[in-house]
């Protein structure tokens, strides 16, 4: 039987060049894990292993994260591509493993979007719907047809109604599939709550129908969680939806307008066997600060379980961790 260790692939052309300069380089860890110097950096190394790929998958399926985490990722993505023919992103990329690359069209790129909040408007500003079509879409010029996005107004509900209609107070009680329905407003919502669930399993198998996601991007929540699959996810966890945790609350609660606002939404989000259904996907999760140190430690130290589901990364040859130095400073 393979061990995890068996799995791991040789680092890529940029990952070999960042990890010479890494000062913290550990391979005994269940993932691999490169350390740069700083959150700019580290969105250098993200932009550079995207193109890189990106490079050699024309046609991939890619998932990439919203939210503060990407900043400098859409950053240096945005610039290397605008300013490829310049001299010193000419340096930039001979550096970094690069050298004589053709600049990569992404156009042909499918976009496959990681979660969102449910309900929540596509046109509000903070659904990761409206970040994704500014910032990936059309900031990355993908093809918003080969693009599979979770919209919230566009998901069917019964009697064709708005989600406004159905679940009033925006709450969704996800306790109706499995109990009586007390008055008529409950049993529409039971009925709603049915159909999304069959949205999700269909939105599951077009990702399937794709062959799984071949580059998927993350970020990590203070308390493990990859995309909304919160501490204790089950491993074969798929698209559905699902509440989150307090920790998650307490992290949405400045861009959805309090915890009570937070604390009552629900969220749609692909699952652990989703990201890693493709067995050659290339998986990166980028994390940045000493706030995240203990969660990096439990999740790069650990073998596989529930508790820390970023440790499901460790059945992908292709996984790694991209990390500033607060980030690794408590790795053993």
């Known amino acids: 039987m393979e061990t995890t260790r068996d799995l791991v692939h040789q680092p890529s052309k940029v990952e070999q060049a960042f990890e010479k300069e890494s000062r913290l380089i550990n391979k005994t860890t269940t993932i691999p894990y490169i350390v740069v110097d700083n959150f700019p950096k580290l969105g250098l190394l993200t932009a550079l292993r995207f193109i890189e790929w990106a490079s050699e998958n024309p046609h991939g399926v890619i998932s990439l994260p919203t939210g503060k985490t990407p900043e400098y990722f859409i950053k240096w993505t945005t610039f290397i591509l605008e300013h490829w023919k310049d001299q010193n992103v000419k340096a930039l990329l001979e550096k970094y493993g690069l050298k004589n690359l053709e600049k990569p069209s992404l156009s042909g790129l499918q976009f496959v979007q990681i979660d969102e909040f449910y309900p929540i408007s596509s046109r509000q500003h903070n659904s990761f719907h409206h970040y994704v079509v500014n910032l990936y879409i059309k900031g990355f010029g993908l093809d918003p047809k080969k693009a599979l996005l979770i919209n919230a107004d566009d998901i069917p509900l019964p009697n064709g109604k708005h989600f406004r209609e159905i679940f009033p107070d925006h709450n969704v009680d996800l306790s109706l599939r499995y109990k009586d329905c007390c008055n008529a407003l409950e049993q529409q919502q039971q009925e709603a709550i049915f159909m999304i669930d069959r949205w999700c399993s269909e939105y599951e198998q077009k990702i399937r129908d794709k062959e799984g996601i071949g580059f998927f991007l993350g970020g990590i929540g203070p308390d493990g969680h990859i995309a909304f699959n919160t501490r204790g996810s089950d491993m074969h966890s798929t698209t559905r939806l699902t509440a989150t945790n307090f920790e998650t609350q307490a992290v949405a609660a400045a861009d959805l307008g309090g915890i009570e606002v937070s604390s009552q939404r629900k969220v749609i989000t692909i699952g652990l066997e989703t990201i890693t259904f493709n ?28 508790i820390y589901p970023a440790t499901i990364l460790s059945k992908l040859g292709n ?13 053993t």
């Open 279 to 306: 067995p050659d996907a290339v998986a990166i999760i980028i994390a940045a600060g000493e706030a995240k140190a203990d969660i990096v430690k439990h999740s790069l130290e650990n073998e596989l379980t529930n």
């Open 319 to 331: 996984s790694r961790f991209y990390l500033t130095e607060g980030a690794a400073s408590k790795l």
